[in-house]
């Protein structure tokens, strides 16, 4: 039994890795999400922020979609060892001392998918100061992650 | 016998208070980033126009408020030391302090303009350099906090230090101006407050945070210097 379960693990393990590549795919795959993220969140500053009188309800919505869809992609899985000094598109930001906070971590990106896919209910709702108010709310967890195991420029 | 001099003019004074409640709300905004990041702008934007003043006023402001008269040269120093400064105004050291603290806001404002926090920040003249330049500048920003924290620990120290050990008031006199002194040092008491300089200061102050943004100061500022103005206006724009 523990045999098969280590077996288990092991194909399990293995299976994850496949799946996400060598460590430059991760870094690359991760960089783009964030680049995507930026995108749209980039769209939905200006229209529902910034410039609150060129706000288009389809396009925040589209946005904020994308951002909850980039929120629950799992986008942990793209931080295997070694991926703090590899090269995505460009070298990875990543503190080495993430994979000792690795706790604080998964509940920055908890806290970070429950408002986003708030964002993606306040959109469809076509309130512009609620919109305002949890883009917020989800820049914060954007923050908390970056203070914590971003290397700094 | 002590006598009580005018030390600190109003303007200083005002720029003091100010300073400090700005700088107060740029950090604790700073921290907590998210909505609050619009805040953090406006308080650096306050503290730009302040710095700007300040320099201002180091050259147009009050016998004490000027730099060649605290600047801190090295006779200055090694009289400090040896206990034969009998100035009014900032001693040599604290002189050291109040550049440094200047020095270090300017570090913090100036990056801060060209800063980005790749979530939903930009500085106001953040489009000007290209994004790696506005990253490293952003990364200054934050480490430059961590000097500015020391610096700002060590000012409240030294005052505290003053207050209680030296028995020399410090606080009192940046806010109602007054020092008590000996008699012999009472004639370099300050004058009163030129309000023309105050108002030119002001306007270049506010001229600046609003040119940051995007503003046109020069169109509004044109018929107030009149010709003289007018005809430098053209040249710059």
């Known amino acids: 039994m523990k045999q098969k379960l280590a ?4 194909l399990g393990a293995a299976a994850t890795a496949a799946l996400a590549g060598p460590i430059e795919d991760q870094i690359r795959f991760r960089q783009s999400a964030y680049s995507f993220l ?3 969140t980039a769209k939905i500053k200006a229209q529902a922020v910034d410039h609150p009188e060129t706000f288009n309800k389809e396009e925040v919505v589209a946005a904020a979609n994308a951002v909850a869809a980039v929120a629950n992609s799992g986008l942990l899985g793209l931080y295997g060892e070694g991926s703090a000094e590899g090269t995505g598109w460009k070298p990875s930001r990543l503190k080495v001392e ?3 906070k ?3 971590v998964k509940e920055i990106e908890a806290g970070f998918i429950a408002e986003a896919n708030e964002l993606q209910k306040v959109a469809a709702s076509g309130d512009v100061g609620a919109i305002k108010e949890q883009f917020g709310k989800v820049g914060k967890t954007c923050k908390s992650c970056h203070d914590l195991i971003r290397v700094r420029e | 016998m002590k006598v009580e001099v005018h030390v600190w003019d109003w303007p200083l004074r005002l720029f003091h208070w100010l300073l400090v409640l700005s700088v107060l ?3 604790l905004t700073g921290k907590e980033g998210g909505d609050w990041t619009d805040w953090h702008a406006r308080f650096g934007s306050a503290i730009l126009g302040l710095l700007v003043f300040r320099l201002i006023w180091g ?4 016998t004490h408020a000027r730099f060649s008269n605290f600047f801190p040269t090295v006779p200055r120093l090694f009289a400090y030391i040896k206990g034969d400064w009998h100035g009014v105004g900032h001693n040599p050291v ?7 603290l200047l020095s270090v806001l300017l570090i913090l404002v100036g990056s801060g303009l060209f800063a980005n926090d790749d979530i939903a920040f930009e500085g106001p003249l953040y489009s000007l350099i290209d994004k790696d330049l506005s990253d490293k500048l952003s990364g200054w920003h934050i480490r430059a906090v961590n000097v500015l924290l020391i610096l700002v ?3 409240v120290t030294a005052i505290g230090f003053y207050q209680h050990v030296k028995k020399n008031d410090l606080i009192k006199p940046m806010l109602t101006g007054k020092k008590k002194l000996p008699g012999t040092l009472a004639p370099t008491a300050v004058a009163s407050v030129g309000i023309a300089r105050f108002v030119i200061g002001v306007l270049l102050s506010v001229s600046v945070v609003w040119y940051v943004w995007g503003g046109d100061p020069l169109k509004y500022l044109q018929p107030l210097a009149g010709i003289q103005s007018a005809q430098a206006g053209g040249k710059i724009q």
């Open chain 2, 153 to 155: 620990a060590i000012h």
């Open chain 2, 25 to 27: 709300g740029a950090y």
């Open chain 1, 38 to 40: 930026g995108w749209n």
């Open chain 1, 7 to 10: 077996i288990g693990l092991v």
């Open chain 2, 94 to 100: 604290g002189a050291l302090a109040v550049l440094a």
């Open chain 2, 59 to 62: 050259f147009i402001g009050n």
């Open chain 1, 98 to 100: 993430y994979f000792e």
């Open chain 1, 102 to 104: 690795k706790d604080e």
